[in-house]
Nanobody
Framework: QVQLVESGGGLVQAGGSLRLSCAVSGSKASIISMGWYRQAPGKQRELVASIPASGTTLYADSVKGRFVISRDNAKTAVYLQMNSLKPEDTAVYYC?????????????WGQGTQVTVSS
């Protein structure tokens, strides 16, 4: 079992910045990836950025060049630095951890943190 707790959301004006943090605890035996998703009202949850256990960091096209994902080496935290924020970035942001359990990938989610960008 993995527990995820997000922090750092809030209200910011367009063009501003926010940094989201996610504390990761519990059993992290075989992590596949750690990342951030978001869900705006009336829309499906979508990937924002992801760091695999090995390989290339992945970003949604809509945030490339503005957002940066990072994590600590011990995999106890994952961060999302969001710059040049736009009103369309307004959403609930969820931290995600995927790992192998019983030879199958399992998803763990945080409770979400609201990000609101005013125009």
């Amino acid at each position: 079992q993995v527990q995820l707790v997000e922090s750092g959301g809030g209200l910011v004006q367009a063009g501003g910045s926010l940094r989201l943090s996610c504390a990761v605890s519990g059993s992290k035996a075989s992590i596949i990836s750690m990342g951030w998703y978001r869900q705006a009202p009336g829309k499906q949850r979508e990937l924002v950025a992801s760091i695999p256990a090995s390989g290339t960091t992945l970003y949604a096209d809509s945030v490339k060049g503005r957002f940066v994902i990072s994590r600590d080496n011990a995999k106890t935290a994952v961060y999302l630095q969001m710059n040049s924020l736009k009103p369309e970035d307004t959403a609930v942001y969820y931290c995600n951890c995927k790992q192998w359990e019983n030879r199958r990938p399992s998803d763990y989610w945080g409770q979400g943190t609201q990000v609101t960008v005013s125009s």
